[in-house]
């Protein structure tokens, strides 16, 4: 009869923890999550400032009266892409802090390199002034890619995680629109002023957000945690399972990381996804397009270049918006797919662009040269004709990228590693892209020279083709799934 009672009492009990995923549904509120969401997502909106305070600026830099400050063409390259190598080193130094001191403090702490670097800007005297100026603002742009998914994934509820960890790349695109607009009526002296006003409101608003509940656990402050999981989702949710959920997953996978766990299929798979989701982002060339944008417009008789940046920025905003809207419905896994052919047909058009182009001149013509005889012959019917190629081309491939390839790495990234190996794995991935993105953007050129300019596109395109073979093959769906469901997936039989 022992026996029957223990049984009978463990269904009961098996049978009351099924029941409150249900009831988790229906009495959540999201109303405080997303004002946290809010108040973590001005970062992302600071780096995507930094992100494009270099295009209106360096113009205005490479005229300005002062010799000391004026950049030549080297000098502006640097000015442009030494903020990459502060991200780099900001990403190692994000997955140290965010596993000392937490996910709210990391956040907090890192606005303060932005206004510092912002603040020596405004100051610089010479060029290295602004060099630093830029390293800085880079460095706390690399803390922030960091720690903003992670904090928005350990907090969100899993029915709209999709959607919240979008808002990180709508904001990034938000900030460099902001900034595009800014520069049409500022000079860059305001310019980096505005520019730090995002992470100073975000320092303040993150002083009344809560730590994540994850991280709190992982701690052992589970009554803070409680109390976390309350503001987050209400004062009716039930706030104790939710604890017991995310205690048993830490309990399984233990405390601490060491290196004998990237043995673990469930850390190793998790990591080597997250690293090539990384790597397949830069390499689909975005950086490079973003690069001639300006260049392609003027070829197709635009003659505001400036306000062709704030249309493409328009085109990011919009579309990675409308990603955002139905990451939770469609899924990862099909806009990733969706995202990387769109992008593939259009540098392979790109590539037929500048192969056609160089027939028309010599064979082996470089794109800089390419460009000033575009420019010298504009009037030219087939070069218009082609020019529109060129821009319809770009409009389908920032489209592409923006609804895919430019959000779901990081959120994807958020939500797929283990938690004690969230700090490491999540600085390998920053780094990794931080990283490529300045490798990329240095070799471009020579890129352009040695492959040709067709080539090189075309290059970009293979690599989208192999993306969307990698995303199909080896990417699980992690669309309403918990965390802890998801770090279940790669623990067991299925996985990449």
């Not at 305070?53 to 360096?58: E, G, K, M, N």
């Not at 001639?292 to 579309?319: M, R, T």
């Not at 920032?398 to 958020?414: D, E, N, Q």
Request: proline share 5%; aromatic share 12%; glycine share 8%.
């Amino acid at each position: 009869p022992i026996h029957y009672i223990l049984v009978s009492r463990l269904l009961t009990s098996i049978d009351r923890i099924r029941s409150v995923p249900l009831s988790l549904h229906s009495k959540v509120k999201n109303k405080n999550l997303y004002l946290a969401t809010f108040a973590s997502v001005l970062g992302p909106m600071s780096f995507g400032f930094v992100l494009g305070y270099s295009s209106p600026a360096i113009p205005e830099l490479t005229r300005i009266s002062d010799p000391r400050l004026r950049l030549d063409s080297i000098q502006a390259s640097w000015f442009g892409s030494i903020v990459t190598v502060g991200a780099a080193f900001g990403g190692l130094l994000g997955g140290w802090m965010v596993d000392k001191i937490g996910r709210k403090l990391s956040l907090m702490f890192c606005s303060l390199p932005f206004v510092f670097g912002f603040t020596v800007i405004i100051a610089a005297q010479n060029v290295w002034m602004l060099y630093l100026g830029r390293v800085l603002t880079g460095l706390a742009s690399g803390v922030t890619s960091l720690v903003v998914p992670l904090y928005i994934s350990e907090m969100a509820h899993e029915r709209v995680r999709g959607f919240l960890g979008s808002c990180v790349q709508l904001m990034v695109v938000l900030g460099i629109m902001g900034v595009y607009l800014a520069g049409l009526f500022l000079d860059w002296r305001w310019l980096a002023i505005c520019s730090s006003i995002p992470p100073t409101l975000m320092m303040v608003c993150m002083c009344f957000m809560p730590e994540t509940p994850r991280f709190l656990l992982s701690q052992g402050k589970r009554r803070e945690a409680e109390e976390a999981l309350r503001f987050l989702r209400g004062p009716d949710a039930p706030v104790e399972w939710e604890c017991a959920r995310i205690e048993d997953a830490c309990d399984e996978q233990g405390s601490s990381f060491h290196m004998s766990d990237l043995k673990d299929p469930g850390v190793y798979k998790p990591l080597v996804i997250g690293f090539m989701l990384m790597v397949f982002q830069q390499m689909t060339g975005i950086n490079a397009i973003m690069f001639y944008a300006e260049n392609i417009f003027e070829e197709a008789h635009f003659k505001e270049s400036d306000l062709a940046s704030v249309i493409v920025g328009l085109i990011q905003v919009v579309f990675t918006a409308v990603a955002a809207l139905i990451m939770d419905k469609a899924g990862r896994k099909i806009l990733l797919i969706i995202s990387g052919v769109a992008m593939a047909i259009s540098t392979t058009a790109f590539g037929v662009y500048f192969y056609l182009m160089s027939k028309l001149h010599t064979p082996t013509v470089s794109l800089s040269i390419l460009m000033l005889d575009i420019q010298s012959k504009a009037g030219e019917e087939p070069h218009a004709n082609l020019a529109w190629l060129a821009l319809a081309s770009m409009a389908v491939f920032i489209t592409g990228f923006a609804l895919g390839w430019g959000p779901i790495p990081w959120l994807v990234m958020s939500e797929i590693f283990p938690h004690k190996v969230r700090g490491f794995a999540s600085a390998v991935c920053v780094l990794t892209n931080w990283g490529l993105a300045f490798i990329v953007t240095k070799t471009f050129q020579d890129m352009m020279t040695l492959l040709t300019s067709a080539g090189t596109f075309w290059l970009f395109a293979s690599t989208c083709i192999l993306n969307v073979l990698f995303t199909i093959a080896f990417i699980p769906e992690t669309k309403g799934k918990t965390l802890e469901q998801i770090e279940a997936t790669f623990r067991g039989t299925s996985g990449p």
